[in-house]
Structures are given as C-alpha cells and as structure tokens.
C-alpha cells in the first residue's frame, strides 16, 4: 500500500468467493464510491466462470464516470496465488450447494424441528459447519503462508465458527467476523424513534448501541440518541402496538420470507429486558424449538418466515440471469450507499478514518466478561490505522448468558466434531440445541438424522467421514 495525499493507494484485496453474486456486487459498489482507496481485487473462486463474469462486472463498473474508486479487477488461477501478498482478505463464500443446504434445512423437520435459517444454530448450522471448517482450515493454512500480515474479512456462515476455525488454524491471525443484522435492529429503533417522538436521526449511524453477544444472537444493553434513552421509547411503542409490530418499509426483502415484523425481538425484550439485535428468522433458532418455530403456523403467528431452501434456488436463478445481464452491458449495478460497512472498516484499518462497529471476534480480552476466553462474540470494536480495537462491553445479565452458552458451547463440539470427523459429537451438538432439543431428545433417532445429514453432505466433507456413517 502507498499513501499519497490523503490517499491510500495500490491496496491488495483476495476475494475468496469472488464469484459471488450478491456480497461481491455489494463490494464492488462500495469500492466504486470510496475516491480515497485504489488497488487491485483478486477474485479466486472455484467456479472460474463465475468470477470470470465478475471481473468483467467489476472492470466496467470501474470505468464510469461517475465510479470515484480506482480498481482493477483480476481472476486468480488458485488460492495462493490471490493471497500472494495482499493486504486485505475478503472470504464470502457459500459452503456447498443449495442441495445440500436442502437437507440441512428441511431434514430435521421429520423429527418436528423447524428451521428459518439453518446456517448458524440448530441442526443445519452444525452439518454446514462440518463442510464449512475444513475450508476454513485450508484458507487460514494458505494465509499463513502467503499473507500473514493480511487483515481477513469474513461475512460467511457460520459466521462464529468460521472466525473460530481460522484463529485455531493460525492463532496470529488478524482475522474478524462482519454481519449486517445489528444495523437492521438500528434502523428499527430508528423507525420506532420517528413514529414515538417525531425525531429524525440522519441515518441508523446515529442510534449508539453497545452490543453483546453472539453472531445472530446479539442483544443491545443501552441504545441512545442524542443523549435520549432508546429503551422507554421502544418499550411505549411495544405497549401500544406488539399485535401489529414494526415493519421497515424500505426492507430489500419486503416481499419474501426474510420480512418480519419484529415482533420476536419485542417479545424477547419484554421478557429479558433488553432489546435483541439480530432479524427475528435468526434469534428464533436459538430459542426453544416449542416457543417461536413450534410450527409453521406458530411462525405465521409471530409474522416472520421459514426461508426455505426452494426460494433460494429460485433466487439464485434470478441472480444468474442478473449476471448474464451485468456481463453484457444489458445492466447495470446502481452506485448508490449498499448499507455495509466493510470498506469502511478498511478506510480506518489503512488510517483515513477511526471508526466504531460490531464486530465478530475471540473473546480474549474478555469483551464479553461472563462469557468463555475461547468463544467467538459479537461486540463493538474501534478499527483505526492497524488496530482492532475490542470495546469492554460489560456482563450479560444471567438470564440471556443463560441462553446464550449452550451455543458457546456447541461451537467448540462442532468444531471438535470436525476435526475428528466423529458423528457422536455431532450428535451431542444436536442434542444440546435448544431448537432441536425441545422438539426431540430421543438419542437413537438423533443419531440417525445426524448420520442421514451427514450422508447427504458427503460431496463436501473429508474422505474421513465415508468410514464413520
């Protein structure tokens, strides 16, 4: 990197994934707006072709007018050869394919559990976990040897056991977890903040939080603006309107089932006392399986979805022929603000800025301090010039601590269960689910949806697993 008149210049980013066709258009629209940072992006992914089109994206998207960034876009033939030197790492990469995610997600549901996700907790967060890790290894493996020095980027599920897989690997590392789901419980109380008192924040930034928790099973302690106290006024608004909840009308996915009214984190609220921060799909799987996903009625009820696995497939249709689309000239990406943070992140890491977010990392400074040294949590940290910062985010209170540590703890058996390729962890991790666990606690029949999950992902995990179900 060089840096030249309040510039930062000839940066080297890997993009691991860089086929993608959501997170890598994101990226590439924030780098297009950012006229203090230039570089080259390196994209490497194992669909050559994918990230083929994306340097043909990425390139042209460069070349209009009104692009301020300055980047050249690049595919990597392998791994180490993007690494070489670089440093930023971005990694966004989905483990597998939407087949076997079909599994993850729907399989389960003969034993009466219910997943809206299926990428973090439950038992289609543990099987994704188990092709998930080994990759992780391997990519923290080649960062040591190629660019040790590298500050990584991860946005892929799961997101806690990704972050931790590469500290195990490579201990030095100067790795971080990104999830945008905190931002969205800003922009709620931003929402609630203009209907109750009429004041209008300039944008979500405005609404200062302090975080605590784990990736998608955050929770705020304290939420202000302008020196106002954020919990009565999200309180008053609950005691008036629960039934109806609170929609985001300008939500990307108002029509699909990542919509919610919100109305899950207004009860865990009133029952906990503090608000939780992450979209209702996610912190209703870390919940008991018979409270919010007893069934898909109960889901209906509470007005937030079960993402199907089938909508997926149909979505990543749509964004292929949006490909086609971007390739040819036919469209183009709006170079308008996408609502991340990752390059703003990197403007601070490189110096031009300091800056404050949440941030996924291992608790060794003991952010969390009621909580494990070796877990993953999610809290706010400064990022300035070549620093991460972790903020002192206090204690959970015992009650949310108490839901909170069987996932702390499923994150260490599931990767244990990865490393030594043994189905009884898996088992173990199922069974200490609260989703799972609520619905079945039969040993016998867990272990054979573990071992019939684990057969339907066989494609992406180590040969290993072939000898153990």
């Known amino acids: 990197m060089q840096y030249e008149d309040q510039c930062v210049k000839d ?114 967060g543990i099987i994704r976990a188990l092709r998930t890790i080994p990759m992780f290894v391997e990519i923290a493996q080649a960062i040591r040897r190629c660019s040790p020095d590298a500050w990584v980027i991860n946005y892929t599920n799961p997101m806690s056991l990704c972050v931790k897989t590469l500290y195990y690997t490579f201990p030095e590392i100067r790795a971080f977890g990104c999830c945008h789901e905190v931002f969205g419980t800003q922009k709620v109380l931003q929402g609630i903040l203009e209907k109750e008192t009429g004041e209008r924040a300039k944008d979500w930034h405005d609404i200062f939080v302090n975080v605590l928790g784990i990736n998608h099973f955050t929770w705020f302690s304290s939420a202000s603006f302008r020196g106002v106290d954020l919990f009565p006024v999200y309180r008053h ?50 919940m008991p399986g018979n409270e919010y996903l007893n069934d898909p009625e109960t889901v209906r009820s509470w007005k937030f979805g079960l993402t199907g696995v089938d909508w997926r497939k149909n979505d990543l249709k749509e964004r292929l022929a949006r490909s086609q689309r971007l390739v040819s000239g036919e469209e183009e990406l709006a170079l308008s603000p996408t609502g991340e943070e990752g390059i703003r992140l990197i403007r601070a890491l490189c110096g031009l800025e300091r800056f404050l977010s949440n941030v996924n990392l ?83 029949k867990t272990r054979a949806l573990a071992d019939d999950m684990i057969r339907n992902t066989l494609t992406y995990l180590p040969d290993e697993w072939k000898k153990t179900v």
Not at 408 to 428: G, I, S, Y
Request: net charge negative; hydrophobic share 40%.
């Open 11 to 124: 940066i080297r980013i890997a993009y691991i994934g860089g086929g993608s066709r959501g997170w890598a258009w994101t990226f590439m629209t924030d780098l297009a707006r950012e006229a203090q940072l230039s570089g080259e992006v390196r994209l490497y992914d194992i669909d050559r072709g994918a990230a083929e089109a994306n340097q043909i994206i990425g390139n042209r998207l460069m070349q209009r007018p009104e692009a301020t960034g300055r980047w050249r876009f690049s595919v990597s033939d392998s791994l180490e050869s993007a690494l070489s030197g670089c440093d930023f790492v971005v990694i966004s990469i989905l483990p597998g394919r939407f087949d076997e995610m079909q599994s993850d997600v729907h399989l389960p549901e003969r034993l009466s559990c219910w997943q809206s996700v299926g990428d973090t907790a439950g038992p289609g």
């Open 362 to 444: 291992p608790n060794t400074a003991l952010q969390i301090s009621n909580l494990p040294a070796d877990a993953v949590v999610e809290t706010n940290a400064v990022f300035e010039l070549g620093h991460i910062r972790p903020v002192a985010a206090g204690a959970l209170p015992e009650s949310i601590r108490a839901l909170i540590l069987p996932h702390v703890e499923n994150h260490e058996r599931t990767l244990r269960a990865a490393l030594t390729f043994d189905p009884e962890l898996v088992t173990e991790a199922f069974l200490h689910d609260p989703n799972f666990s609520a619905k079945c606690r039969d040993r016998e």
């Open 237 to 286: 608004y609950i005691d008036r309107r629960f039934e109806e909840g609170f929609e985001l009308r300008d939500e990307s996915w108002m029509n699909s089932s990542f919509h919610c009214a919100h109305r899950v984190k207004m009860d865990l609220f009133l029952r906990y006392g503090w608000i939780a921060a992450a979209g209702d799909r996610h912190l209703a799987e870390f």
